[in-house]
Structure formats: C-alpha cells, structure tokens
Nanobody, 120 residues
C-alpha cells in the first residue's frame, strides 16, 4: 500500500500562484509514476500532470506553460507549481500514484484531495 498526503491548497486571486505538495509513504518501490488530477463540481475528474520515476513529464493541454510538476526522490514528495491561476482552475486537486508512463498512466493510489479556489 502507498499513502499519499497532499498540502498547499487555498484561495488565490486570478494570476496568482500556489504550490501543492504530496508526500508518499509505504510501498514506494511499487510505483513508477505519480501525478495530479483535479475535479471541479459537475465536471469529470481530469489528469493534470504526471511525472515518472525517470523524470519524464506530461501535462493537460490547458495547463501547459503554467503548471510544473517535479519530484524530490529523497523526500518521496511530488510538487505541483501552479502559476497564472485562473478561475477555471478551481477544483479539488488529488495526488495519485501508480503504473505506466507519460502516455498511459494507471493510478492505483489517491490522496484525500486539497481545495484550490481561484477568485476573479
């Protein structure tokens, strides 16, 4: 089992920045990629960003150039730096971990979610 704990959500004005963190513990060796997904009310959950153990990344089209996913392997922590936030980025953001690569990713573990709210 892998446990994921997110932090860093909050309220920010449009154009502002936030950094989300996700600390992983447990059977870390069983995963080879981690990512962030988000879900807004009435909208299907979508994968925002993924990073593999090798450091390869991929992003949802609407966040490319604004969001950056990174990882600190020594701390078993993944980050999502979000710049230029817009009201449409408002959602609950979930950290996840699982198998696959940047084109075919299968998350098996999920965090509890952290709320990000962007005011206009």
């Amino acid at each position: 089992q892998v446990q994921l704990v997110e932090s860093g959500g909050g309220l920010v004005q449009a154009g502002g920045s936030l950094r989300l963190s996700c600390a992983a513990s447990g059977s870390i060796a069983s995963i080879n990629a981690m990512g962030w997904s988000r879900q807004a009310p009435g909208i299907q959950r979508e994968l925002v960003a993924i990073i593999t153990n090798g450091g390869s990344t991929n992003y949802l089209g609407s966040v490319k150039g604004r969001f950056t996913i990174s990882r600190d392997n020594a701390k078993n922590t993944v980050y999502l730096q979000m710049n230029g936030l817009q009201p449409e980025d408002t959602a609950v953001y979930y950290c996840n971990a699982g198998d696959g690569n940047t084109y075919a990713y299968y998350p098996n573990y999920w965090g509890q979610g952290t709320q990000v709210t962007v005011s206009s």
